[in-house]
């Protein structure tokens, strides 16, 4: 005979800040996740995560070590500044080391949360830059408007993944049609808008979100086909 | 909303294009709709990879790791960075804070109230549960008891049955038992019957009697008479009686009676030529008790009186 808990969620903390005073140590409630990427990804996002709560620094070293470099070089995409983007991958890493307990749930979410929250504190910096002085730390814009078309160039996500994806994924860009590899571009690393988009381009809005969308979809048409892992 | 156009609104979420409470609507659609979710979360992973494939990877400093985790504050620095900042900038507000804070800690406190008043009544209801588990095993016990005695009832019945077959058994041997000693008894009543018959054929010879009738000249002549004293009749058989001439003579039965010293006249009596006859015959007068018989030869027809010789004559035996 099992007897089974009754079915009750447990309680919500609802005030983290008083949490020291009425934690009392019962277990974290895990809920079981499927990972995007890969179940070890999750499991060691999970680890970190758990130490990140715990205020433990190792494990601020450990995420700084698996997605630092990916996250600088966002921000360096972004704001083309070597001081800014290091100052903005601080930022990012400080607003996880805040909120990391939200992720305790959904590990394999650590990534796409580093990602938006990357992107989201690049543009913010991008934005209250309105005259951006060419300082040594400066990428040029070339380079910083660099589309990665050789293969032998190291990508962030080659980092991230093994690398025949990551050689499937930028295949698949590659052959995007110029105008969404560029929406996307726009849209993404410069903080415009859809509507600003459309503006500069000269084209109706309507164009711009079709050209974002497509791409987002055929992207996954393309991984998802025969040849996709 | 049709594919495309949750498509586009899941893009312009991804890329912070939404108004605040958009923004919010959309995220609580996110939480419960799976298939937005879903959506959303296949988006992120392919922009994610399209800006990421469009990313070269670029080295920080090496200093920028320990910056990293240097810049990160201490829980305790937090509550007194906190603490800290509230006093020196929200000076004048320490007191609207403090009772905001006791209200947190009131809420909290309620809070985790509330979570031991979970905790017991989880515990109450595993409680609950065990005792109800308890009360069904105990009502399952009987239940297996009450079919083993009636388990034992149905096995003690059918003993009972086995032995009433055994009897019913011997009672039909003890019926066969019966049918026999009833043919035996049968068999009996039937020769008792005979008997009976024959005591009752024995007694009918209580009232006959029977004279043999004899020839002191002849030893050929002879005869019987079988006579039935309460009927007053009788029967007269006769054996190689003298030839007679039947134009002129002919045979005549007397009864000598005790109380008559006169024969009575039994009637005539007729013989075939080898001498033999028959006669029932009634005599003509009252019979008290017959002393003899005798049959003469008178003339043709007869007399009232013996008046030839006697052939042949017997006394009744007793």
Redesign the interface.
């Known amino acids: 005979?099992v007897?089974s808990?009754?079915a009750?969620s447990?309680?919500e903390?609802?005030?983290p800040?008083?949490r020291?005073?009425?934690h009392v140590g019962r277990p974290e409630r895990i809920k079981p996740s499927i990972p995007?990427m890969d179940d070890t990804d999750a499991q060691l996002n999970l680890i970190a995560l758990r130490g990140l709560t715990a205020?433990d620094?190792a494990a601020?070293?450990t995420v700084?070590?698996r997605y630092?470099?990916?996250i600088?070089?966002?921000e360096?995409?972004i704001l083309r500044n070597?001081e800014e983007?290091?100052e903005a991958?601080?930022d990012v890493?400080?607003a996880l080391?805040k909120n990391a307990r939200q992720l305790l749930d959904t590990p394999e979410k650590l990534?796409?949360w580093l990602?938006?929250t990357a992107?989201?504190r690049g543009?913010d910096r991008l934005r209250r830059q309105r005259s951006r002085i060419a300082t040594p730390d400066s990428v040029s814009e070339d380079?910083a408007n660099?589309?990665?078309e050789d293969t032998d160039?190291?990508?962030?996500?080659?980092?991230?993944v093994d690398s025949e994806r990551?050689t499937l994924?930028?295949s698949a860009?590659a052959r995007?049609p110029e105008e969404q590899?560029q929406a996307?571009?726009l849209?993404?690393?410069k903080g415009m808008?859809?509507s600003e988009i459309a503006d500069q381009q000269h084209q109706p809005l309507g164009t711009v979100?079709s050209r974002?969308?497509y791409?987002?979809?055929r992207?996954?048409q393309e991984?998802e086909g025969p040849h996709a892992t | 909303m049709q594919r495309?156009a949750l498509?586009?609104l899941a893009?312009?979420y991804?890329?912070?294009?939404l108004a605040e409470s958009e923004r919010r609507a959309f995220e609580k659609r996110i939480a419960a709709e799976p298939e937005t979710a879903q959506l959303v979360?296949?988006?992120?992973?392919?922009?994610?990879?399209?800006?990421?494939?469009?990313?070269?990877?670029?080295?920080?400093?090496a200093g920028?790791?320990e910056?990293?985790?240097a810049?990160?504050?201490?829980?305790s620095e937090s509550?007194a960075a906190?603490r800290s900042r509230s006093s020196v900038v929200f000076g004048p507000w320490i007191a609207i804070v403090g009772w905001a804070a006791a209200a947190?800690?009131t809420?909290?406190w309620i809070?985790?109230r509330?979570?031991l008043q979970?905790w017991r009544q989880?515990a109450q209801?595993?409680s609950e549960?065990?005792e109800e588990?308890s009360s069904r095993i105990e009502q399952l016990t009987e239940e297996q008891t009450e079919l083993e005695r009636s388990l034992a009832a149905l096995e003690a019945d059918n003993a009972l049955k086995d032995s009433q077959l055994a009897t019913l058994s011997q009672i039909e041997d003890r019926l066969d038992q019966v049918a026999q000693n009833l043919q035996a008894v049968g068999a009996e009543r039937d020769a008792l019957k005979t008997t009976v018959a024959t005591l009752r054929e024995e007694r009918a010879l209580d009232k006959v009697r029977i004279a043999t009738l004899s020839s002191e000249l002849n030893q050929q002549n002879f005869g019987y008479v079988v006579w039935d004293t309460q009927a007053d009749e009788g029967v007269a058989r006769v054996y190689n009686m003298p030839e007679i001439d039947p134009d002129t003579q002919s045979y005549q039965l007397w009864v000598i009676t005790e109380e008559s010293p006169a024969p009575i006249s039994a009637g005539l009596f007729t013989v075939d030529p080898s001498g033999q006859g028959e006669s029932r015959f009634r005599p003509e007068g009252p019979v008290e008790a017959v002393k003899a018989f005798a049959i003469s030869r008178e003339k043709k027809g007869g007399s009232t009186a013996p008046e030839g010789p006697i052939i042949i004559s017997g006394q009744p035996t007793i």
């Open positions: 005979m007897l808990l009754p009750q447990s309680p903390f609802r005030y800040a008083f020291s005073l009425t995007r205020g620094r601020a070293r700084y070590d630092g470099r990916i600088f070089s966002v360096l995409k070597r983007a290091e991958t601080q890493f400080l080391w990534l796409p990602l938006r992107r989201h543009i380079q660099r589309v990665v160039d190291e990508t962030a996500l080659d980092s991230l990551a994924v930028q860009v995007l590899r996307i571009d849209a993404y690393f808008t859809q979100k974002i969308r791409a987002l979809t992207l996954r991984l | 495309d498509e586009e893009i312009a991804l890329l912070d294009e979360a296949e988006l992120e992973e392919s922009l994610g990879e399209i800006a990421l494939a469009a990313t070269p990877l670029e080295e920080p400093s920028l790791r910056r990293v985790v810049s990160l504050p201490s829980p509550s906190t947190c800690f809420v909290a809070n985790e509330r979570d979970h989880a209801t595993q549960l065990i588990r």
